[in-house]
């Protein structure tokens, strides 16, 4: 049985993320990724299956190795996803700083 994760699931740990980072750069073996945390090797194999479940890691064979690198088109979807999120957060945002620029504009005329 195979197990469908979800992807912000994956998203959420810190650890996953920062595996991300790291095969974002260059593909990597299970073991070199393993080399830049103070986990166990069981650890971030758990991590490593996790994010190749969400598919937002593929993993191609050469020779004996295992390389494990971004699956961009995935991380697209995510990002697509969060884009109206985005946009509306950042509306609001500037109409919150737009009105304490007006705020402060006439609190400073007061003051004159």
């Known amino acids: ?3 469908r994760r ?6 959420a740990d810190p650890t996953r993320r920062l595996i991300l980072g790291l095969v974002a750069i260059q593909a990597m073996t299970p073991g070199d990724i393993a ?3 103070d986990s166990t090797r069981q650890t971030i194999s ?3 299956q996790i994010l190749t ?3 937002l890691l593929n993993q191609t064979q050469a ?8 699956n961009v088109k995935k991380l697209k979807e995510v990002g697509d996803w969060l884009e109206p999120y985005r946009r509306m957060w ?3 945002l500037d109409a919150m700083e737009d009105l304490l620029d007006e705020m402060q504009t006439k609190k400073n ?4």
């Open 35 to 37: 080399d830049n945390f």
């Open 63 to 70: 020779g004996r190795e295992i390389y494990y690198h971004l």
């Open 6 to 11: 979800d992807v912000f699931h994956a998203l």
């Open 46 to 48: 758990k991590h490593i």
């Open 90 to 92: 950042e509306g609001r």
């Open 53 to 55: 479940e969400c598919e």
């Open 109 to 112: 005329k007061r003051k004159r």
């Open 1 to 3: 049985m195979k197990i």
